[in-house]
């Protein structure tokens, strides 16, 4: 397979962290993927399943990854590389230190090699009603308008991809802790904002405030830090804060059960 | 149905940590500091501070009781994490760590001081600028003291930051902000405080 060209062309080194199932042992494996422009983790990934044979020369399982989008959007793809999670796809080999390290995301229960199952993340958005409930059995109308400024702000709440990677730098979501974690905190947030999703504004505050919840959230600011989008999580994370102190307080002292909705606009 | 016990034990701690315990704190610290005005006058402040009225109500309510709730979910709280500086150095993430480690330690260091002071106290020793003179006369102790006292003002000051985010108060990044400026300035007029008390028990200065 050798050409011409190879012989003044560098060799990209990559460690992985492998794993052949859910409750199997791990293990690295080195590869070299002959170097082309431009190419990202995941053309790497691809080079290597076309030849899956390790730097030692011996032939060996293709590598496992999830993937979807390849533009940043989806979410799919998000795995440890050189220390830090982060989408494959917007990783460009070009801007990476070499060796390039790559590993799962192992806040989340490893499926094989790099790929990992992010369940918790979408029965969380269940758990909080991430959504508008608009179907009725007539026609409900148009729903009242959105300020233009508000709508600015819930734009970029909306960009969350459920990628998994606030919840993998967190230091409190783990097998101890049944913190929610920044994400669906967030997505409740964008939901309460909505004019018409303000309408079930106290349902999402009280699965908030259950056990697995955000209650135990630690504030270390890992999750802002690191999300690929810039969502500000912890702002979303001091507003549900402050929304479900005031829902608390609503619901204990007030006459209507706090079902007001006014805790949203605090 | 699911319990709000994790929301409604993290919204006390919370609180508890700024009122009483922390303010407690100040208090505690504001008085030693009348060594620096000599002996005399700390012992007339220790003999006010032992004879307010109902000092075993007081002590109880307003000091042990948060304290041993703070303490003892602070610790189950603190070990629910995992460190993880190591991948992830940002400041508030070195932060969360000394919050967690100094929380700990806290534990340990006001056991032992609450023993050999006010249970002291109990067992018939008077407490006065002698003792404390004495206790911290062994240099092993004195540093046992010195990062007693740091570590309490750092956890409250830290404490007060994210505090003012668990009740909701600072949302915006730019009030989290000014938040993380007023908790190093407490913290360092409350480590003054402390420290230069301490080293005047200890003849140092």
Not at chain 1, 10 to 36: A, C, L, N, S
Not at chain 1, 57 to 79: F, R
Not at chain 1, 136 to 151: A, C, H, S
Request: charged share 20%; net charge positive.
């Amino acid at each position: 397979m050798t050409t011409p060209m190879q012989a003044d062309q560098k060799d990209i080194r990559f460690i992985i962290e492998r794993q052949d199932g859910p409750d199997q042992p791990t293990y690295t494996e080195e590869f070299t993927v002959p170097y082309r422009p431009n190419m990202n983790v995941i053309s790497a990934l691809m080079e290597i399943r076309r030849n899956p044979v390790n730097a030692n020369g011996d032939k060996t399982t293709p590598i496992n990854w999830d993937m979807n989008c390849l533009e940043e959007v989806c979410g799919a793809c998000s795995m440890i590389i050189n220390g830090k999670p982060r989408q494959s796809c917007t990783a460009l080999v070009d801007k990476l230190e070499q060796p390039i390290r790559l590993a799962p995301m192992k806040t989340f229960p490893v499926i094989r090699d790099l790929q990992v199952d992010r369940q918790r993340m979408f029965d969380a958005l269940k758990k909080v009603k991430a959504w508008v409930p608009i179907d009725g059995t007539y026609d409900l109308g148009p729903g009242p308008r959105m300020p233009e400024n508000k709508r600015q702000w819930a734009y970029e709440l909306s960009k969350c991809m459920t990628c998994g990677v606030c919840l993998e730098a967190c230091p409190n979501v783990n097998d101890k802790s049944s913190f929610i974690g920044p994400a669906a905190i967030s997505q409740v947030r964008l939901f309460n904002s909505h004019p018409t999703g303000a309408f079930h504004a106290e349902d999402r505050l009280e699965a908030l405030m259950e056990d697995g919840g955000l209650a135990q959230c630690g504030n270390a600011q890992n999750c802002v830090e690191v999300c690929p989008k810039g969502i500000p999580l912890t702002t979303s994370i001091a507003a549900m804060n402050r929304q479900t102190t005031l829902h608390s307080f609503k619901s204990f002292f007030g006459s209507d059960k706090g079902r007001t909705g006014s805790a949203v606009e605090a | 149905m699911a319990t709000r016990r994790d929301y409604f034990s993290r919204k006390v701690h919370s609180l508890l940590g700024v009122i009483p315990i922390g303010l407690f704190l100040i208090v505690h610290l504001s008085v030693n500091y009348y060594i620096v005005d000599g002996v005399e006058s700390f012992n007339k402040a220790a003999k006010f501070m032992g004879s307010l009225p109902y000092l075993y109500f007081l002590e109880v309510t307003v000091i042990a009781l948060p304290m041993i709730f703070h303490g003892v979910y602070g610790v189950y709280y603190a070990f629910l994490g995992s460190i993880n500086t190591n991948r992830y150095s940002y400041a508030r993430n070195w932060m969360y760590m000394l919050q967690r480690f100094t929380g700990v330690f806290l534990v340990i260091f006001i056991a032992w001081h609450v023993w050999e002071t006010r249970l002291a106290k109990l067992r018939g020793v008077e407490v006065n600028a002698e003792m404390m003179q004495n206790i911290v006369d062994n240099p092993l102790m004195l540093i046992f003291y010195i990062v007693g006292i740091l570590s309490a003002t750092f956890h409250f000051a830290n404490g007060l930051w994210s505090f003012a985010i668990t009740w909701g108060i600072t949302q915006s990044p730019r009030s989290q902000r000014f938040m993380s400026y007023v908790s190093g300035v407490v913290f360092l007029a409350l480590s003054f405080v402390g420290i230069r008390s301490i080293l005047t028990f200890a003849g140092i200065l």
